[in-house]
């Protein structure tokens, strides 16, 4: 990949309670908000469930298209937890006890408590490196680009302290929004448009808000990119042009 290009990354979401809507994702936003103030761009999202064959295809399918993959979820104690397996099975490793991570479970339990179920999240892929966990000790682990990780947010949020050291990072991208109250974006995607066509360096997106009785309606413009002058630069034209049709606009 090019030495000057942003890192690149792709998250994958493991579990069949996400995927029955039984449990509600919140990692996704976690990590894309972690990678973002690392300049990380992250270019994928999957979610797939308990099943080895969909977690090994999706998992070699991100790993060689970005620089990093970060999974959450089955890596605990109960017999739906198999991505450890899944991710020795990617990647053509055995899965065995980690001496490390034994140790860790074993300070973790009391006399009695800590049993073969417990024992199972001491296993992960031969020459992997351990992932801190500093909530229920239990660690995560990485492989390679791929960081495996737990599927509760709280400890999936702490896990992320011991990867951020690890990472690539870049520069930040700066973004700037242009508020427009009262309009649809039907009314002002031509205004949008010739601003991205001026600056196709830089990202432009349109979001409307207000609909369902939420309040005010209007629409979100925002502006992002690498260059933080640019982007101040760019957010002109556009509200020139809003204000000069007579529509009200804050800028962020």
């Known amino acids: 990949?090019?030495?000057?290009?942003?890192?690149?990354?792709?998250?994958?979401?493991i579990g069949d309670e996400i995927l029955s809507g039984r449990t509600k994702d919140t990692n996704l936003n976690t990590i894309a908000r972690?990678?973002?103030?690392?300049?990380?761009?992250?270019?994928?999202?999957?979610?797939?469930?308990?099943?080895?064959?969909?977690?090994?295809?999706?998992?070699?399918?991100?790993?060689?298209?970005?620089?990093?993959?970060?999974?959450?979820?089955?890596?605990?104690?109960t017999h739906d937890d198999i991505t450890a397996d899944a991710v020795g099975a990617a990647f053509g490793l055995a899965v065995a006890e980690h001496p490390e991570a034994l140790a860790i479970l074993e300070r973790r339990y009391g006399p009695g408590e800590f049993n073969a179920a417990r024992r199972r999240?001491?296993?992960?892929?031969?020459?992997?490196?351990?992932?801190?966990?500093?909530?229920?000790?239990?660690?995560?682990?990485?492989?390679?680009?791929?960081?495996?990780?737990?599927?509760?947010?709280?400890?999936?949020?702490?896990?992320?302290?011991?990867?951020?050291?690890?990472?690539?990072?870049?520069?930040?991208?700066?973004?700037?929004t242009i508020r427009v109250l009262g309009v649809g974006e039907g009314a002002i995607a031509e205004v949008l448009r010739a601003a991205?066509?001026?600056?196709?360096?830089?990202?432009?997106?349109s979001y409307p808000f207000g609909?369902?009785?939420?309040?005010a309606v209007g629409t979100q413009l925002v502006i992002r990119g690498r260059d933080e002058a640019k982007v101040d630069?760019?957010?002109?034209?556009?509200?020139?042009?809003?204000r000069s049709l007579g529509i009200d606009i804050a800028v962020t």
């Open 34 to 77: 972690f990678l973002a103030a690392l300049g990380i761009d992250l270019m994928e999202a999957r979610t797939v469930g308990d099943r080895q064959d969909q977690i090994v295809g999706a998992l070699n399918a991100l790993r060689a298209t970005c620089d990093y993959v970060f999974t959450t979820g089955g890596i605990g104690p």
């Open 121 to 176: 999240m001491a296993r992960i892929p031969e020459g992997g490196s351990l992932i801190a966990n500093p909530v229920t000790d239990a660690p995560g682990f990485q492989v390679g680009n791929v960081f495996v990780m737990a599927g509760v947010p709280k400890i999936m949020e702490a896990m992320l302290q011991d990867v951020a050291p690890r990472l690539r990072t870049g520069a930040v991208v700066h973004a700037r």
């Open 233 to 242: 630069l760019a957010e002109h034209d556009p509200c020139r042009e809003l």
């Open 196 to 205: 991205a066509d001026a600056r196709r360096d830089l990202s432009f997106g």
């Open 211 to 215: 609909f369902g009785g939420e309040g």
């Open 1 to 13: 990949m090019n030495a000057q290009a942003a890192p690149t990354a792709a998250v994958l979401i």
